[in-house]
């Protein structure tokens, strides 16, 4: 009898572990390349996600920043105001047209890593990162 209630309870908290609600669900995927990465990008008013799909060993976060921002960018015509994540999946506040991104939220994972953006009009964009 015990089995199987650890069993159950064992699913149970399985699904629990692997289903979440995502902010992003109700927009549509968008499959690109940027910088040699393949990323699924969901990109809604002023802001945007970025969820990357290929393998690399150890990347940092700001190296996939950047490809992640320069891809949202040209995929929505705005610019890039902020970056927050980790190596895997990135949110990006989009400003559009001169309206004001999204605001930045708090980070709420120990480990995730934020990144603002500042532009230049001679040279690359630099882009300033705390974690």
Known sequence: MIRPLILFLLMVANAACVSYVDDFAYLPVLRAQQGGGEFDVRVGANVAQTIRKNFEWNPTFESVAHRSAALAARLSGCTVSWVIGDPSVQ????????????K????????SFSCDRYEHRHGPDELICDG
């Not at 949110?91 to 999204?102: E, K, M």
């Not at 930045?104 to 480990?111: A, C, I, Q, T, V």
Request: hydrophobic share 40%; proline share 15%; aromatic share 10%.
């Open 91 to 102: 949110v990006l506040g989009l400003s559009c047209d001169g309206a004001p991104p999204a």
């Open 104 to 111: 930045k939220p708090k980070l709420w994972r120990k480990f």
